[in-house]
């Protein structure tokens, strides 16, 4: 990407929302990047410029544990961290897409009118604590960027529900086929296999998989997949552990490559040009090695477990 790209208006809102996400310990949404563009420069932020009123910062960190950023609306508070928020990517999404129709760069003005168009509630009442009027706002945006006028945009699709922060369908609405084909397996599940905890992540892994290929049986959309893929491995985690509350946690993918540096950098202490040499040649040679392991694990957990799933439902 030129470095022309990465600066500008719109990138430094971006960049500021997402800095604001971060002092909040909050996942990015929309009033995040409210923030952002407001404290700019330029037409969209002489937009957001409530005079006497509240600042839109005090407005939007005042309420930090008011809402959920997880919930539908793309709230303040819900997943930690300063991740990506669904609807934080949405917005963005319509703004360059709105950009792109115009011939334009996108700019701070675009990205606004995605905001408002898209009238997230955390946004909506952003801007009227802070004293202003979405109407009057979004006129001024649109007016600078030439579109006075400027019908309601058209918003991308959001990330399928069960996906980055947006929350699973509830389970009554899940299709009835593919819900009974999973409650099938998870009353059926091989836990009396379960000696180590290999095998327990073994189970966890088919056991996604297998939620996967029913929703490709079935057709499912996105929404539908996702949402059953985070139900059934809840499930099933919950009757493992209940099952098996014995079995000790295995340790995070993060955890075991700082074990594996460790043990490498022991090994060749006393020759650090060695060791350089070797982890030079061997960058993702034990990714692609845990990968075969995993793999050759599943199957081998599979076979042993087959019969435990004799009579499950035909879709």
């Known amino acids: 990407m030129a470095h022309d790209e990465m600066s500008g208006p719109y990138p430094e809102a971006i960049?500021?929302?997402?800095?604001?996400?971060?002092?909040?310990?909050?996942?990015?949404?929309?009033?995040?990047?409210l923030v952002g563009v407001a404290e700019g420069d330029g037409p969209a932020a002489a937009a957001l410029d409530p005079g006497q009123g509240r600042s839109l910062r005090g407005v939007v960190t005042a309420d930090t544990g008011?809402?959920?950023a997880g919930a539908p609306g793309g709230g303040m508070a819900g997943s930690r961290h300063g991740g990506l928020g669904h609807r934080q990517?949405?917005?963005?999404?319509?703004?360059?897409?709105?950009?792109?129709?115009?011939?334009?760069?996108?700019?701070?003005?675009?990205?606004?009118?995605?905001?408002l168009d898209q009238g997230t509630a955390p946004v909506l009442e952003a801007l009227g604590r802070a004293g202003l009027d979405p109407a009057t706002v979004r006129r001024?945006?649109?007016?600078?960027?030439?579109?006075?006028?400027?019908?309601p945009i058209e918003l991308p699709p959001p990330a399928p529900a069960g996906t980055m922060d947006r929350a699973p369908l509830p389970v009554a609405e899940l299709d009835d086929r593919a819900w009974a084909a999973l409650r099938w397996r998870q009353d059926h599940l091989p836990v009396g296999r379960l000696h180590r905890p290999?095998?327990?992540?073994?189970?966890?892994?088919l056991e996604r998989n297998e939620a996967w290929r029913v929703a490709d049986r079935l057709a499912l959309d996105d929404d539908q997949r996702y949402s059953l893929i985070s139900h059934h491995a809840d499930e099933v985690g919950r009757r493992v552990e209940r099952a098996r509350p014995d079995l000790p946690q295995p340790p995070s993918p993060r955890d075991r490559a700082q074990a594996r540096a460790v043990?490498?950098?022991?090994?060749?202490?006393?020759?650090?040009?060695?060791?350089?040499?070797l982890r030079n040649l061997t960058v993702g040679w034990g990714t692609w090695f845990g990968n075969r392991r995993?793999?050759?694990?599943?199957r081998w957990f599979r076979l042993r477990t087959t019969g435990s799933y004799r009579g499950a439902p035909q879709l």
């Open 140 to 151: 001024a945006a649109a007016t600078a960027i030439g579109a006075p006028g400027l019908p």
């Open 198 to 205: 290999s095998d327990r992540e073994a189970l966890l892994h």
């Open 294 to 298: 995993v793999g050759l694990r599943d």
């Open 66 to 68: 008011a809402a959920d």
């Open 15 to 33: 960049r500021r929302g997402f800095l604001l996400a971060r002092e909040l310990g909050q996942s990015c949404g929309p009033a995040h990047l």
């Open 89 to 115: 990517m949405q917005a963005q999404g319509a703004a360059l897409a709105l950009a792109e129709s115009r011939g334009e760069r996108v700019g701070a003005e675009h990205l606004l009118i995605a905001l």
């Open 263 to 277: 043990a490498l950098a022991r090994r060749h202490r006393r020759r650090p040009g060695r060791a350089v040499a």
